[in-house]
């Protein structure tokens, strides 16, 4: 059983920084990749920035090229993965999901329950 725990979310205003945390469990597992993606009010969820157990990155384009600076990165020690945004703006304001793949469950994708990210104007 995997079980996958995000933290760090909360309330900023717009030009402020959050980073936010992820967990999973499952010491037996390999993590094929992590990835943080988000879901605004009304849209599909949409992928923020995601990183194999490599340490390759992979950033959404509407993340790439933007004010807003995010980072990703990864403990494959402790199976954690944070993402540090910086420069918020509101169109931010999402709940946050951590997923995790198991490469030994065929690649199965486990998430996080969310943590969410609204950014004041």
């Known amino acids: 059983q995997v079980h996958v725990v995000e933290s760090g979310g909360g309330l900023v205003q717009a030009g402020g920084s959050l980073r936010l945390s992820c967990a999973a469990s499952?010491?037996?597992?390999?993590?094929?990749?992590m990835g943080w993606w988000r879901q605004a009010p009304g849209k599909q969820r949409e992928l923020v920035a995601s990183i194999t157990r490599g340490g390759v990155t992979n950033y959404a384009d509407s993340v790439k090229g933007r004010s807003t600076i995010s980072t990703i990165s990864r403990d494959n020690g402790k199976a954690t993965v944070d993402l540090q945004m910086n420069s918020l703006k509101p169109e931010d304001t999402a709940v946050y999901y951590c997923?995790?793949?198991?490469?030994?469950?065929?690649?199965?994708?486990?998430w996080g329950q969310g943590t969410q990210v609204t950014v004041s104007s």
């Open positions: 499952g010491s037996m597992f390999t993590f094929s990749a």
């Open positions: 997923n995790a793949v198991v490469r030994e469950l065929g690649n199965y994708v486990y």
